[in-house]
């Protein structure tokens, strides 16, 4: 069997995108809260969970969270802790500036803002801490969280390389902490039901996923300012965007690959790829199952 993956990431610096996809429903990248304003901001938690009194969503775990992190990625998931109603943002760091923290706190109702994130992740009162800045900083970050003895959330990729990740790993599993990445897309209720019909042999034998993912980038990413095309900042579409479809062949096959071959282009000024392709082959098929780290 083999995966097809593909990841683009476009600019007008280096190609236009035809009209019919420049018109997309953006609604799709918008914030989370400019789109339940835009549908309803009363809308309450329970019109989202399943009706079964034993769900989990309905009976989440009662978690104090602490917000590393004051961009766009950290206003949509503390948005989304909202809809949880044992789920409570106590405090929020911001590296950059204490001001921005208070900003991001006003604009949230969170009462504790810090200028730093060791003070974050010395608040008693925080339970697990959501990492949601640049990634290129994940390793260090997530090592200051679990030996503040906090559970840890990072925010997709959740490292730069496999021996970070493994690190990281390794550190949780040591001091029985929990530690995720926060790959959204593998709880959606539809992704869930594709891996159990895989798994039952319903649909067959899957000897074949293609699965792509673009954004028109300008529409969202100043060029040429934006992490995204800085290189030191570990920039670019592979780190940004590649993981989605990576995960959809993990998802579907359930092993890693024996082979993969890549090909992309590379923006001359910013050094940063911003578009590219994979194919993955899979040795042997195992659908619908999750994948370890060896």
């Known amino acids: 069997p083999s995966f097809i993956v593909l990841y683009i990431l476009t600019n007008t610096h280096i190609s236009h995108m035809e009209e019919s996809i ?27 969970a399943s009706p079964d009194p034993n769900s989990f969503l309905l009976n989440p775990p009662p978690l104090k969270w602490g ?44 009462s504790r803002c810090y200028g730093t994130y060791e003070e974050l992740c010395s608040d008693a009162d925080v ?11 994940r390793l260090p970050i997530c090592t200051l969280v679990l030996n503040s003895n906090k559970h840890c959330l990072l925010e997709k990729p959740m490292a730069l390389s496999k021996k970070d990740a493994k690190d990281m790993i390794n550190m949780a599993k040591g001091k029985g902490l929990f530690l995720g990445e926060g ?19 319903e649909i067959g ?7 792509d993912f673009h954004f028109h980038s300008p529409d969202q990413e100043v060029y040429p300012s934006s992490p995204l095309y800085s290189r030191k900042l ?15 062949a993990l998802c579907c096959f359930g092993q890693w690959p024996d082979k993969v071959v890549c090909n992309g282009i590379v923006d001359y000024d910013t050094e940063v790829d ?18 370890g780290m060896e």
């Open 183 to 201: 790959m959204w897309t593998r709880y959606f209720p539809a992704v869930e039901m594709v891996r159990e019909l895989i798994s039952n042999g």
């Open 127 to 137: 339970d697990i801490v959501y990492v949601g800045n640049v990634h290129l900083f």
């Open 234 to 248: 570990a920039g670019g579409a592979a780190m940004y965007l590649a993981s989605y479809p990576i995960s959809a």
């Open 22 to 48: 420049q018109q997309i429903d953006m609604s799709l990248t918008a914030p989370l809260d400019v789109v339940l304003s835009e549908t309803n901001k009363q809308t309450p938690w329970e019109q989202f």
């Open 205 to 211: 034998e899957v000897t074949n996923v293609a699965s």
């Open 67 to 110: 917000i590393l992190g004051t961009g766009r990625i950290c206003n949509d998931f503390t948005q989304a802790l909202k809809l949880l109603p044992t789920a409570e943002v106590v405090a929020v760091a911001s590296r950059s500036s204490k001001e921005g923290a208070e900003r991001f706190g006003k604009k949230h109702g969170i």
């Open 274 to 291: 911003v578009e590219g392709g994979i194919i993955m082959r899979f040795p042997q098929f195992i659908g619908g199952g999750e994948v």
